[in-house]
């Protein structure tokens, strides 16, 4: 009734205002569903709060759909013309978003879904111990990322430049979930002083979900460089690669040689 602008008025209660509304001979010759408002709501309780009688949030969008076709027809009392401003208003906001995410959105569940939501996948790419050490980069990914770098390469040298960690993480680990790797360093925090860890980040990775993802990622970069020339191609086709609508934005590394 908010929604709708409409005045509670009297000692009736709302759902019965509303009911009475619905089902008046303004409205009724319009209602083709058979809504029955007002007479057989449903108990929900409310977060943090009371039992309260409730009705499907599409009821609201019908209820719209009737003053509209109302107006339309000429038929609606000029106290109700608000009525009809605001049903015109709301059916706007149901077309864009639908009615069921507004409802979600309003009264703060969206928040909850999308946190039960991100737990799920913590949970499916994360695995509950950590897994012993293997290798997962292949020498070609640092063979290839060393030659567009325009670094010296030397297969048996342990010695690596320090732009290498961050590029593996843009490059790899970033392109995973979100939130997976933020997890994965609150379990694998740096504890050395040129900022290494004690475990390798993927040792943290699920075998069902996680890892399997993190290997086709490894592929899928090794595929652009093998392709590509020097450091800007690889950064062009890299970026053209990735799905529309990514939000992780673009490589954070200028094409530049970074010795």
């Known amino acids: 009734m908010k929604a709708l602008g409409m ?24 209602d083709k569903k058979g809504l029955d408002v007002g007479t057989r709501p449903f108990l929900f309780r409310i977060p943090s709060g009371p039992v309260a009688n409730g009705f499907e949030a599409t009821i609201l969008a019908d209820i719209c759909e009737l003053v509209l076709d109302a107006k339309d027809a000429g038929v609606l009392q ?5 009525i009809a401003k605001q049903a015109t208003i709301l059916h706007r906001g149901f077309a864009r978003v639908g009615i069921t995410a507004l409802v979600d959105e309003a009264t703060g569940y ?11 996948i913590l949970d499916l790419y994360i695995a509950e111990e950590m897994r012993p050490w293997d290798r997962r980069f292949p020498k070609e990914f640092y063979r290839h990322l060393f030659r567009l770098k ?6 048996n040298s342990t010695k690596r430049p320090r732009l290498l960690r961050s590029l593996t993480d843009e490059l790899v680990y970033k392109r995973l979930p979100a939130n997976v790797m933020t ?5 694998n925090p740096v504890v050395y002083s040129d ?3 004690k475990h390798r980040n993927h040792q943290f990775l699920s ?4 890892d399997p993802h993190l290997e ?21 086709l890299f970026e053209r690669s990735r799905p529309d609508g990514e939000q992780q934005g673009r490589l954070s590394f200028e094409v530049e040689d970074d010795r």
């Open 7 to 30: 005045a509670r008025g009297g000692s009736s209660h709302g759902g019965d205002r509303l009911g009475k509304f619905v089902s008046g001979k303004i409205l009724k010759p319009f």
């Open 78 to 82: 000029k106290q109700q013309l608000n």
């Open 110 to 120: 969206e928040r909850d879904k999308q946190k039960d939501d991100l737990q799920r």
């Open 150 to 155: 325009k670094w010296t390469y030397d297969p």
């Open 183 to 187: 997890e994965i360093r609150n379990k």
């Open 195 to 197: 900022g290494g860890r």
């Open 207 to 210: 075998d069902e979900i996680g």
């Open 216 to 236: 086709k990622q490894i592929v899928a970069v090794i595929t652009i460089m093998r392709i590509s020339r020097d450091w800007a191609e690889f950064v062009e």
